[in-house]
């Protein structure tokens, strides 16, 4: 892959000097992909499933079409893909139907410090509404989900496990392929977190038989404010809706309802059209680069950069080994927002923070952490003005007494 050639395809990056390390928080957007999101409202602005005119059957077919490239991209089927506003909503949408209808006081969750809060919080809020119990992975020393410790708290009680498939703070790859059959022993379902998987991995649901999966367009090159739910179709049959209103049924009585067939009763009101058709154009965007390709590339860059960040005095890197272009990093002693603000300077984005994950966080026993995510439009180059900033911004803390 070139990377330097593939910056020219984004607009971010060719309009101002800057250097994008947070990649882990949203990716950038492609020219192709708003394109293809203005082609949507310039020639066929319209809402789908409605209007018997022409370009309304257009929008409709972009828009079918569009779930297909998105449900061949992880192997799913197309009744099995859900369209909703982003991972959150398609993990709060699985704990809310599934875990309310579905569980017990003497059931228990599985669950691990690794989750974001979009994959802990509605477990949390199952957990208080049925009286089910969480029950945390513990971390190996390294702060990874290792099958041997998953073994330690899987059980007879076991009926859901919530894990994710790549940390967004530490980058780490959860053994899912191990773990899965282990928890359908078990009889439990596994809803899996793969909105950092997604950008550069390749996810074939049913090779790795995961009952549920969620992940969000923007951080695949995709537009904001779509995310999808992958769902087994026997699972989603059984699923009830948790929105409702227009366009999920098909027949409105004065006391009840009858809903649509999956993925459709899922989905109620005008839904994300040109995000649907942007997230669409990515996905063929990223076939073509290839995720095993661009994730050989980030680790490659952050090979790089973690190998030269441990020989800097001052500077404490938590995950050296991690499997993915992502790397948690401080500078002793410097608050992660004030150094944040110093990179900022210098036209780098990097995140500082919690990152909506504060079980690691404390897990990990800082306040916060920086965090630099290279993905498949970061050079070499890049990752030399990281080092030399990184040495900059620790000299210039160190001088004024931090
Ligand atoms: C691992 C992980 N899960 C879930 C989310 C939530 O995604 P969204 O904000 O797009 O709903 C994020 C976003 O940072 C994430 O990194």
Redesign the pocket.
Known sequence: MDAHKLKQCFPILTSQPLIYLDT???SLTPKRVIATMNEYYTEYPVNVHRGVYQISYKATERYTAARQTIADFINADYEETVFT???????NLIATSYGLNNLTANDEIIVSEL?????ILPWQQVAKKTGAKLIYVPLNSEGRITTENFKKVLSDQTKVVAL?????VMGYQTPLEEIIPLAHQKNAIVSV????AAPHKTIDVKKLNCDFL??????MLGP?GI?ILYGKRELLDKLEPVEFGGDMNDQVNLYDAVWKETPYKFETGTPPIAEAIGLAEAVRFLQELDPEAILNHEIALKQKAVEALIKLEGVTVYNPTSETGIIAFNLDGVHPHDAVSFFDQENIALRAGH???QLIIQWLKVPATLRASFYAYNTHEDVDTFIEVVKKARDFFTSVGF
């Open positions: 882990a928080a949203s506003r982003g991972a959150s909503s398609a993990l989750e974001h809060h979009s994959h994710t498939y790549i940390s967004n977190d793969a909105a950092q969620a992940f969000s367009g923007h951080k904001t995310g990152h909506c994950a």
